[in-house]
């Protein structure tokens, strides 16, 4: 068995505090990265407080599970990755995950990918993970394929960015031990 989950060289994955409330205050209200959420208001403090509080931090309770990205080096939390819309009976989720602007382009996002890939194939068991990602975000598409996701399907005009229609990429990561058959 691995001997963590959630820690590698530079990065640890950890449960939210309520000291992330700042900080996930700041990101969440990022108008920049609504286009690929579903938000179109801000949200409050107090909505955030709750959220945290009420999370039991499991995937099978909460149908859903937020993680702290923090660099190991000083603590600093950098972002977040998350599994939503987990399906029980399908062992299927959708995993999101936002760098803070000052910490991207350094790996870590990759890192903390690898790191939820790991858990959620070789501890929850899980039988996929699918993103759905802008088809003009190269970024992001050379991040999960790098990841072991692979393309899957195109959505036409998915999502309204803008004033204008995005096509997005369905991408899709199999649990590796089903990736051969």
């Known amino acids: 068995m691995k001997p963590s989950y959630f820690i590698n060289e530079r990065i640890r994955l950890r449960a939210i505090e309520p000291e992330d409330l700042e900080v996930i205050y700041t990101m969440e209200n990022d108008s ?3 286009d690929v959420t579903n938000f179109t208001v801000p949200y409050s403090k107090f909505v955030l407080k709750q959220y945290i509080e009420n999370s039991q931090c499991d995937v099978f309770a909460d149908r859903q599970l937020r993680m702290m990205i923090v660099r190991r080096e000083d603590d600093a939390v950098i972002g977040t990755v998350d599994i939503t819309d987990y399906a029980t009976m399908h ?3 959708e995993v999101g995950i ?3 602007r000052e910490y991207q382009g350094n790996g870590y996002a990759a890192d903390a990918l ?3 890939c790991e858990y959620v194939f070789g ?3 899980m039988k996929q993970l699918i993103v ?3 088809a003009d975000n190269e970024a992001s598409l050379r991040l ?3 990841c072991g996701f692979v393309q899957c399907g195109v959505l036409k005009e998915w999502w309204f960015v803008g004033g204008h229609y995005k096509d997005v990429v369905l991408m899709q990561c199999l649990r590796p031990a089903d990736r051969e058959r």
Do not use: N, P
């Open 32 to 34: 920049q990265t609504w």
């Open 91 to 93: 062992q299927r989720g």
């Open 98 to 100: 936002v760098v803070r």
């Open 114 to 116: 690898k790191l939820l």
């Open 123 to 125: 501890f929850l068991f």
């Open 132 to 134: 759905h990602v802008a």
């Open 144 to 146: 999960f394929a790098s």
